[in-house]
């Protein structure tokens, strides 16, 4: 960022995952200070009290685990300049996008839970789940006053109701890279939550 001339802050969430994500925010706030790094524990939901401190026009949210590289970043900022859009997201399914490490199983799951929305829902963008993105700050103030969800399914609403809104979004490909350290929350139960908040979304879209 300093090096492309881009002003930023970097708000750091801890939402209860399992991969070492608080040790490692809060040496890295005492080390570049409060002021760039901040670290929170949420109250609620964590894009919610993330909002609350960001104080920039343009909001971009993505995994702290490194499965998002941030080489990506100024990629998203030249796509939204392009085209004005409200909101970009990252997609692995179209371009030169891919995962990399995962195993069968969770590709069949990603792909799979990818198809069916599509199928469902016709969003008109070709990654619902993934949740590397870049908001217009009061797009995604608006877009979360009406999404209901949790989990998963979050993802894939905020693109539907967007869409509903008329908001514009663009795309980036992006390589996605399974974690290092620590494990995803992924498991049963949220598949089950996914199934059924796709279910709610398409009797109610």
């Known amino acids: 960022f300093p090096f492309s001339g881009i002003d930023f802050e970097i708000i750091i969430i801890d939402d209860g995952s399992p991969d070492g994500t608080q040790e490692v925010a809060q040496q890295l706030e005492k080390i570049y200070g409060s002021d760039k790094i901040l670290f929170l524990f949420p109250s609620g939901t ?7 401190y960001a104080t920039g026009d343009f909001i971009v949210i993505m995994d702290a685990d490194l499965s998002h590289h941030p080489k990506f970043i100024p990629e998203f900022i030249r796509k939204q300049k392009e085209g004005n859009f409200d909101i970009v997201s990252g997609t692995r399914y179209k371009g030169n996008g891919g995962v990399y490490g995962w195993d069968l199983k969770r590709k069949l799951i990603s792909r799979g839970a990818n198809f069916l929305t599509q199928v469902l829902l016709r969003p008109g963008a070709s990654d619902l789940t993934g949740s590397f993105r870049l908001y217009r700050k ?6 979360i006053e009406k999404c209901v969800s949790k989990g998963y399914v979050f ?5 539907v109701r967007a869409r509903q809104l008329g908001f514009t979004v663009g795309e980036v490909p992006i390589s996605f890279v399974d974690r290092v350290y620590g494990e995803s929350k992924l498991g049963g139960n949220e598949i089950v939550s996914f199934l059924k908040g796709l279910l709610t979304l398409f009797a109610t879209t």
């Open 155 to 159: 993802q894939m609403e905020m693109i």
């Open 46 to 52: 964590a894009y919610i009290h993330g909002m609350k």
């Open 138 to 143: 009061e797009v995604l103030q608006k877009l």
